[in-house]
């Protein structure tokens, strides 16, 4: 069956559930009022005929009855939210399959970077691109190690395969996933860094970690509290416990800024560390097969026996408790019970215990919902492949490669590279597909450099250090023309060719932003200094005249190119080998008016 289809059949499934749980929700919301109308009767009646007795027992029982079905409504609305959530996140695979994804709020717009060696030039960022495409992650370390995946340098074959295995795992757990998916969607926050609370729980208050500190701040109320009781039985002094009580609200004021500070940071993470648990529940509880997954989720305990979700959970309670203090009428009881210096001793005993390993929890959760964002391509687009990682020096052989992000308009081309055709000419005239057939190639790479599946019945390739120079402006800022940040950009790529990574680079329209002979002169220069290097690439052009490298075999001649059809220019996108014969920017004047 395919994925469309199963989809279909849970959302008729989830919305079966939603409209009973709907039903009883408006239920329990009818029965909350008749419990409070049936209280007001019953309290009138029993106190007009002085039965007191029965008015408190009866007005106790209304407001246990009053109580359940409070307790009982939160249940529901906490299902009926967790429900719409699966439905939501099945609707959007159905969008993703027929390619309308481009609404999609995580588009991964702060990960945008010009300067980065590939991801600009290769729309890896933004409206319409691979990260808005595959996204499911919904924390930020999850967002964050996906935008990593697909930017990391200098890959290596072990890894790429130990992950291609953890992917195939867990595209076959689809349901798992989207248990997965709504945790961390029922509850994150957007863009809550990590790293804060990460330096948190490795930083220390030894003050609160003195036995003598904490058994004088957990013994204090209690003997305060008995000091009033017997003051009230008159069988001891009450200026005791008054000093008692007057020590206990000087304390509660005592570093009072330094305490707020320390729990603002803590508190501002109370939905993320709900989030952490739920989902760090989840992974515990699934049992993995590949070696990459297992290894992620032995990071979960130690030699202790301290486990991730359960030391989450403690945390959870803490933060909660925390969160108590915030009301103004919980001061009396604060000042009482020392809360706040019961609360750092918490604290400082999950540092303690738990500190070190927090960072690990949350890359394992980074990880594994980034692995899940692949995981789910896998599963959703059948026909993708994973691709055979090679040892063999500078080889791209790819078939019916297409571009992952034109979902509904793909065009599958074959192409190979390998000595001594490792640098491929692309001629075309203009709108013909050159530009889109480099970015083709480009993606699918990193796709299959992070583990994943590649848009292509077939792909085998070496492990390349990307390098593009496609998308390249001018920078009023630093003062660069356009011109002059293309040649910056060109020779980074030149300076990658000198070390110990086979190089692969991609050359949209090389040095158009000068004049025809310097562009030409120049390109040939540098595409021979690049062949020399053993970099492995493509390269488009206008320059025609470039085809006659060929003859020294430092390129291969491929083209792409239109015809007509009731005078309108069509394309078919279709890689063909030799140079472009044709050109239509004139025709194109002529269809738009300029002529």
Known sequence: MHPTNKYKKRIEKYETLLKKLNQNISLLSRLRLLTIIALIATAAITTEYKMYDIAWLTTAGFILVFAFFVFRHKKLRDSHKYLTNLNEISKQSIMRINGEWTSFKNNGEGYLNEEHNYSYDLDLFGVGSLFQLINTANTYIGKAKLASMLTKYNFNKETIIKKQQAIKELASKKWWRQRLQVEGKMFTEENVDTDYLTNWANSKQSLYTKPSVIITLKTLPIVTAVTLVLAYFSICPSFIPAI??????????????????????????????????????????????????????????????????????????????????????????????????????????????????????????????????????????????????????????????????????QVANDITMQSPNAILLITGSNMSGKSTFLRTIGINLVLAYAGAPVCASYLKCSVFNINTCMRISDNLNKGLSSFYAELLRIKEIVEETKKDKQVFFLLDEIFKGTNSYDRHIGAKRLIKKLKESGAVGLVSTHDLELGDLQENQVIKNYHFQEYYENDEIKFDYKLKNGISKTRNALQLMKIIGID
């Open 244 to 409: 008692l009580v007057s020590l206990q609200f000087v304390l509660l004021i005592v570093s009072i800024t330094k305490r707020n500070k320390e729990f603002t940071l803590i508190y501002k993470y109370q939905k993320s560390i709900k989030a952490y648990r739920h989902i760090l529940t989840q992974i515990d509880k699934c049992k993995f097969k590949s070696s990459y997954l297992k290894e992620l989720k032995a990071k979960l305990s130690n030699n202790k026996n301290i486990s991730a979700p359960n030391q989450l959970k403690k945390l959870e309670r803490l933060v909660t408790r925390i969160g108590n203090r915030n009301n103004q009428a919980f001061f009396p009881i604060n000042g009482l019970t020392l809360w706040d210096y019961q609360c750092l001793i918490q604290l400082e005993k999950f540092k303690s215990e738990s500190g070190s390993m927090l960072k690990d929890w949350l890359v394992t959760i980074g990880e594994i919902e980034a692995l899940c964002s692949f995981a789910n391509i896998a599963y959703e687009f059948p026909q993708w492949q994973f691709p055979e990682i090679t040892d063999q020096d500078s080889v791209i052989e790819a078939k019916n490669i297409a571009h992952p992000l034109l979902t509904n308009k």
